[in-house]
């Protein structure tokens, strides 16, 4: 099993800055791909930032310029700087994490989530 514990979310006024904190841990974990998804009321859950083990990233073309992603490797930890908050942030922010662990005689792929933690930017 992977678990996936997400940190820092909460309420912000426009302008202002929120980081959040990501952290997988499993048998053995290997770790590919970690990311930040975000899904607002009434709308679809969608990627905002990520990053592999090789430390490429992407970003959503709305947080561009305002949001950082950065990854611990030892420790199997994201986080997500979030700079310059907008209302349209607001969002449940959920945590994604892709790879591998070792479960009984071999490894197993897997992709598991957080729980998600709430964002609320007021204007």
């Known amino acids: 099993q992977v678990r996936v514990v997400e940190s820092g979310g909460g309420l912000v006024q426009a302008g202002g800055s929120l980081r959040l904190s990501c952290a997988a841990s499993?048998?053995?974990?290997?770790?590919?791909?970690m990311g930040w998804y975000r899904q607002a009321p009434g709308k679809q859950r969608e990627l905002v930032a990520g990053?592999?083990?090789?430390?490429?990233?992407n970003y959503a073309d709305s947080v561009k310029g305002r949001f950082a992603i950065s990854r611990d490797n030892a420790e199997n930890t994201i986080y997500l700087q979030m700079n310059s908050l907008k209302p349209g942030d607001t969002a449940v922010y959920y945590c994604?994490?892709?790879?591998?662990?070792?479960?009984?005689?071999?490894?197993?792929?897997?992709?598991?989530w957080g729980q998600g933690t709430q964002v609320t930017v007021s204007s």
């Open positions: 499993g048998s053995r974990l290997s770790i590919n791909i």
């Open positions: 990053i592999t083990r090789n430390d490429d990233t």
């Open positions: 994604n994490v892709r790879g591998t662990y070792f479960s009984g005689a071999w490894f197993r792929e897997y992709d598991s």
